[in-house]
């Protein structure tokens, strides 16, 4: 039975981050995240990925080769990321407030993430902001979007 319930909690452990990242970033792509738009459905997805963060980020446990092991993991930096796009999103997406945000937090995961595993974080950046610029624009504005990207 305890090796049975170590490897569920194993198994959701890494399953977690992972499923939660793909719920924000899904109902962001799919446009639910808007302006007074909230479901029940994305706050309790929402609340989930900031639970997710909390429990991952205090769970880390520093090893004695810190310096090899960098501050934030992926799955950690990929949630952080669907989290600050869903954040957007609901304050007004690429016309709204906090626009520049999730390029600030795609740097802060970038640079304090593996270096082997930032493209991970990029193409999931990029993913999520196709999906704003869609959402935003009815046309596809490829100047914009590209400016954007860069």
Request: hydrophobic residues 60%; positive net charge.
């Amino acid at each position: 039975m305890v090796v049975l319930f170590g490897s569920l909690r194993r198994v959701a452990r890494v399953i977690a981050a992972p499923a939660v990242t793909l719920a924000v970033a899904a109902r962001v792509a799919g446009g639910a995240m808007r302006p007074g738009a909230f479901a029940t459905v994305d706050v309790i997805v929402v609340v989930a990925g900031v639970v997710g963060v909390a429990v991952r980020v205090t769970s880390r446990r520093p090893s004695p080769a810190d310096g090899e092991n960098p501050p934030l993991d992926l799955g950690v930096a990929a949630l952080c990321l669907a989290l600050v796009y869903a954040l957007t999103a609901a304050l007004g997406g690429l016309h709204g407030p906090l626009s520049a945000l999730p390029l600030l937090a795609l740097a802060a995961a970038v640079s304090l993430g593996h270096p082997k595993r930032a493209w991970v974080v990029a193409l999931g950046a990029v993913a999520l902001e196709l999906a704003l610029h869609r959402a935003a624009h009815a046309t596809l504005e490829p100047l914009a979007l590209g400016l954007r990207l860069a």
